[in-house]
């Protein structure tokens, strides 16, 4: 099912920053976690930098199999109508829009395109501002300087109402008391236990190698979810993480699936700049909290993340699902072959950053970022090996609608860049006062589901702690 097609007619002009006179106080300190109080934002946040949209100029929404397809057809039709004059010219700059993908092609849950009408980005090098509208005539900068002043709010500092609280989080399946309340989803923690105990089963029998199982709770917090507070707490507490917010549905009607999509990821499934594709793979999980006291935390990751065959194998599939993807893309596929320690405020992660030298197809044009979120989705951090054996296992075992989490998010310009994380460590707003929250574990033959289990409260942490406590 898709709405809003044909796709619409849009004009965009993209001025640096410093061009647009209203934007002179913003300018003086552009880091866009001051814009998050704005209307409807859209954000891919990381370091203060990246990318804010406001307001709305068109959407696209598709569920089935076929969304990346419909997607991708539907953005070609509009940047091939649009008129666009781009006076900085990097990634990100232009037409651009923001999206999210559910993990499964059996999901009810809406994937698709918004396109903002205001995007505020910046980069290491540079900070410009564009203005999309409706209809084939490109914006002035008079309408530039006049969008700003309507849609931005800036605030003073960084992070708007970010009130930091405690990073260390519950005992292994608990919930702190600083924390809203959150109730089982689909699963509680005894049936989720059985399936991952089931999946452990099927995978000594030798019918598949990998399987990531989820489970999900729901957050009522007893009062509104101030988005912008908690994308501000995000994305100051997760700095190196991507924070990523789109929504899909009306927020007037929101429909069963189509809520808000927001969080904090730390995995990169694509990134495409001029050419070169980049991943950062994850698997392979060591919750802070475990860190034995005294003990040095650097020498206690490398030791039982570096020195863990069970993490290592996990993290090989991951990094062989990802680099199978990306080869037919590729004159040349390289890293992965020595996993790095990244570390996280709530965890460590097994990582490994992969780099592709794209190859232009028949067509003599090369992949764009969304073509390869298409091709490498849903690598084995989040599904397992092989593919589609897990797919069909995880339906049956965690009996949910993952919807849009562990799906690709990110966002695509004009020019076929674009940046697609996993949408990890993540929420879907489901109204004012409630949130479905979603973790997952990689099970391979040696998982145990306590210990599975107390991970996934590691990863569901970062976004319980975010929400606002009751
Ligand atoms: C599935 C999740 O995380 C994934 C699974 C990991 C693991 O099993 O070690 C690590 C990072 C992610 O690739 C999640 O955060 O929900």
């Known amino acids: 099912m898709t709405t809003e097609l044909p796709a619409p007619t849009l004009s965009a002009l993209t001025l640096p920053l410093s061009d647009v006179p209203s934007a002179a106080g913003f300018a003086r300190d552009p880091d866009v976690r001051r814009l998050l109080d704005g209307p409807d934002p ?44 781009d006076r900085v010219r990097r990634p990100g700059t232009g037409l651009l829009a923001f999206g999210a993908f559910a993990f499964a092609p059996s999901s009810t849950a809406a994937s698709g395109l918004v396109v903002p009408e205001l995007v505020v980005g910046t980069d290491d090098d540079a900070a410009w ?27 003073p500092g960084p992070v708007a109402g970010a009130t930091p609280e405690r990073l260390d989080g519950p005992a292994a399946g608990g919930a702190a008391s600083s924390y809203p309340t959150a109730v089982p989803g689909t699963l509680d923690e005894g049936e ?38 908690v994308l501000g707490r995000l994305s100051e507490r997760f700095a190196t993480c991507w924070t990523y ?14 809520g808000r999509l927001l969080g904090a990821t730390p995995e990169m499934l694509v990134r495409v700049h001029r050419g070169t594709a980049s991943a950062r793979v994850l698997a392979g999980t060591l919750d802070r909290q475990d860190l034995p006291d005294g003990a040095n935390p650097d ?56 780099t592709a030298r794209l190859r232009a197809g028949v067509d003599g ?45 990110g966002w695509l310009d004009g020019a076929g860049n674009g940046e697609w994380g996993i949408a990890l460590r993540g929420a879907v707003q489901l109204d004012a ?8 574990c990689g099970i391979v033959a040696e998982s145990d589901p306590r210990a599975e289990l107390a991970e996934t409260w590691a990863k569901l942490r970062p976004m319980l702690e975010s929400l606002p406590a009751r």
């Open 192 to 229: 989720w236990m059985a399936a991952v105990a089931d999946g452990v089963a099927m995978i000594r029998a030798g019918e598949l190698d990998k399987l990531v199982l989820a489970r999900d709770v729901v957050v009522d917090t007893g009062r509104p979810i101030e988005l912008g507070a």
């Open 129 to 155: 501002l564009t203005l999309i509208v409706p209809g084939a005539t490109v914006p002035t900068p008079a309408d530039v300087d006049a969008a700003w002043s309507r849609l931005a709010r800036v605030a």
């Open 42 to 85: 859209a954000t891919w946040i990381v370091r203060g930098r990246g990318l804010v949209g406001l307001g709305r100029a068109a959407t696209f929404r598709v569920r089935g199999g076929t969304r990346f397809t419909a997607a991708r057809v539907w953005w070609d039709a509009v940047r091939q109508d649009a008129a666009v004059e």
């Open 299 to 354: 020498d206690f990751a490398i030791t039982e993340l570096g020195g863990s065959e069970k993490q290592q194998r996990e993290h090989r599939f991951a990094v062989e699902s990802l680099v199978a993807g990306l080869s037919p893309y590729a004159d040349e596929v390289s890293g992965g072959e020595r996993p790095f320690i990244l570390d996280l405020p709530n965890v460590w992660h097994l990582a490994s950053d992969v």
């Open 433 to 440: 006062h409630r949130a479905r929250v979603s973790a997952g």
């Open 365 to 409: 044009t090369l992949p764009s970022a969304l073509e390869l979120a298409e091709a490498v989705h849903p690598t084995a951090a989040v599904c397992g090996t092989p593919t589609e054996t897990a797919g069909a296992v995880i339906e049956d075992l965690e009996r949910m609608d993952r919807g849009l989490y562990a799906g690709p998010v």
């Open 245 to 258: 917010c789109v929504r899909l549905g009306d927020e007037d009607s929101p429909e069963e699936g189509s």
